[in-house]
């Protein structure tokens, strides 16, 4: 059982190039996240999806766009990425993010870096 | 706002000994609780929760936490430090007034000495 898949694990970009973050989960979870993890900042929430074919920002939501693309995927793309995006990026998922009691589910994350 | 503290971004104690990781929050209702642990270069890991059951939570690798609600806190603790408890944890709260999203703390490195 897989649980939460991102890919790549590691990026290098340079300035101004756009990618996307693949992630996918097999828990069949309705909510799914997108984090940075920044030195000393916790996890801070880019977007997340309530459910299949809904999205909404969380706490640092610029510079992004995701796509819930059905049930299990849930995608990060960078339009033009800035070094202020030099980041661990994770992913997320949980059984619904009406249910507050339950865990929310990581993928070992995506180190990425802007030159 | 509703926050997370955790007092102290690193903790180092010595291996055997009381592990005592603290996490504060501010919420005039009450929360669900969360630990996680990130290993290096791995993701974050449930260790345990608290969702207004017993107020003492026992979770993995020997680890426990006890909600008190007069001081708002749910501070982690382990009897006897192992090596292999190196790592990141991280304290997170969920409110039923932040569209039940995840309220993280830091995360306080546990540093074990030999």
């Known amino acids: 059982n897989a649980g939460v898949t991102q890919t790549p694990k590691f990026q290098v970009l340079k300035t101004g190039q756009s990618m996307t973050l693949q992630c996918a989960q097999d828990?069949?979870?309705?909510?799914m996240y997108w984090y940075r993890q920044d030195p000393g900042m916790g996890l801070r929430l880019i977007y997340y999806?309530?459910?299949?074919?809904?999205?909404d920002k969380g706490e640092v939501p610029n510079g992004y766009n995701v796509s819930r693309l059905n049930k299990r995927e849930f995608s990060l793309r960078l339009e033009s990425a800035a070094p202020s995006q030099t980041s661990v990026y994770f992913c997320?998922?949980?059984?619904?993010?009406?249910?507050?009691?339950?865990?929310?589910?990581f993928g070992d994350g995506t180190r990425l870096s802007i030159l | 706002a509703q926050s997370v503290t955790q007092l102290g971004s690193h903790v180092s104690v010595s291996e055997g000994a009381l592990v005592l990781l603290r996490c504060n929050y501010s919420?005039?209702?009450?929360?669900?609780l969360f630990w996680y642990v990130q290993y290096p270069n791995q993701g974050l890991q449930l260790l345990l929760k608290?969702?207004?059951?017993a107020t003492l939570v026992k979770g993995i690798n020997g680890f426990e936490a006890e909600f008190k609600k007069s001081e708002t806190s749910f501070h982690l603790t382990k009897p006897s430090a192992h090596m292999s408890d190196a790592a990141e944890y991280f304290c997170?709260?969920?409110?039923?007034?932040?569209?039940?999203?995840?309220?993280w703390g830091a995360g306080t490195k546990l540093i074990i000495k030999p």
């Open positions: 608290y969702t207004s059951a």
């Open positions: 997320a998922s949980s059984e619904s993010v009406l249910y507050s009691n339950q865990p929310q589910h």
């Open positions: 997170a709260v969920s409110l039923m007034d932040s569209n039940y999203q995840l309220i």
């Open positions: 828990m069949n979870h309705n909510s």
């Open positions: 999806s309530a459910s299949e074919g809904t999205t």
């Open positions: 919420s005039s209702v009450p929360p669900y």
